[in-house]
């Protein structure tokens, strides 16, 4: 989160919306919105977060930087800048922070996705319980109430934003558009109004960056984008990136359900058919293979790893990853980003540089 995106949400607050602070990954943003209140997702805070004075006092460092961030932020941000807190069983550590966090006098909202493979546990209806629980703390929480006709709206509008984010992916694809430029357009939208979002999503389709070369066509996986200058150095280097399954990206805006006013349906469908993500295990039986299919059709000649420190999910899956890639004639890197790597990058680029010279040589 940077000034713009602090002061767009403070205009929110002021205009008398309330705020929800969202844990990643996949909150129902939709419904949040539907209900005239402004839900933002705590991740990207770096820019925002000059010490882990408080974060280090609850949370050990061997924990991932998006958890320790998330927590300093909560804990030191602007006074009263959240009015509630939602957060779901996302991985072990997010889930666990709302313990953490109980000394704070918000509401704190919570739900339980079902990590059972639909194929051997029907839990539909449990998640429709999930939803229903959810929607009713909500309205007590903040004095609101439901409006399916709102919540179409709300769909449709994020629909839309999904949609311009795929457009948007493309043109990075066809070297039209700068990888650099996607993710701050993309990122800070986490942030924006959805109508904001939009907008900001038009504009970026309709821009162009210096075209790209397109000659050595590389892959990002991950769950957060490496920081901008590894991202331009990547790009400096001669590659361009075609494809990503980043789950602060590509695992977002994938896949939307069809429209409908019951929340229930709309995130049965959500959850049971969202492009796989190594945070939600019931997704991961089919996981590597969705992977290797994008990256095939991408034709990308080699994959980036961008591992978030400490986060065991995607560290038990990129072994097998790259030995599937490896029969692939693929060509694989590993990138790993901790708290303070940041302002330590020029090892990176250097491997990146090395990489980007593999490729040529392949």
Request: glycine share 4%.
């Amino acid at each position: 989160m940077n000034q713009k995106s602090l002061e767009i949400v403070s205009a929110q607050k002021k205009q008398g919306k309330g705020i929800i602070g969202c844990f990643p990954l996949y909150p129902p943003v939709e419904l949040f919105a539907s209900m005239n209140l402004h839900p933002i997702v705590l991740w990207h805070l770096r820019a925002s977060i000059h010490s882990l004075i408080e974060s280090d006092q609850h949370i050990q460092d061997y924990a991932c930087s998006i958890a320790r961030e998330l927590v300093q932020f909560v804990l030191s941000g602007p006074e009263d800048l959240l009015d509630a807190i939602y957060s779901y069983n996302a991985c072990d550590t997010l889930r666990n922070i709302p313990e953490i966090l109980h000394i704070l006098n918000i509401p704190m909202l919570r739900m339980h996705v079902p990590q059972i493979n639909q194929t051997q546990c029907q839990s539909n209806q449990y998640l429709a319980r999930e939803l229903a629980n959810l929607i009713k703390a909500t309205e007590d929480a903040f004095s609101v109430q439901f409006s399916p006709e709102k919540f179409i709206q709300s769909i449709d509008d994020y629909t839309k934003m999904r949609d311009l984010c795929q457009l948007a992916e493309k043109r990075v694809a066809q070297g039209l558009l700068s990888f650099d430029s996607f993710c701050r357009v993309v990122l800070s939208g986490y942030f924006f109004p959805i109508k904001e979002q939009i907008t900001n999503l038009q504009a970026l389709t309709g821009q162009s960056d210096n075209n790209i070369s397109t000659n050595k066509k590389v892959f990002l996986s991950g769950i957060m984008p490496p920081p901008s200058p590894i991202i331009r150095a990547i790009e400096k280097a001669g590659m361009c990136v075609v494809g990503n399954d980043i789950a602060s990206l590509h695992r977002n805006y994938a896949y939307s359900p069809k429209p409908t006013e019951n929340p229930g349906e709309y995130y049965t469908d959500l959850f049971q058919n969202r492009f796989p993500c190594t945070t939600l295990l019931y997704k991961s039986d089919e996981r590597v293979n969705t992977f290797c299919h994008i990256v095939a059709q991408s034709e990308a000649k080699g994959v980036i790893f961008v591992g978030e420190k400490f986060c065991e999910y995607e560290y038990f899956e990129f072994p097998y990853m790259e030995k599937r890639l490896k029969d692939m004639d693929v060509r694989t890197l590993l990138l790993e980003f901790a708290v303070n790597d940041a302002h330590h990058l020029d090892a990176y680029i250097t491997r990146i540089q090395a990489f980007s010279e593999m490729l040529n040589n392949k």
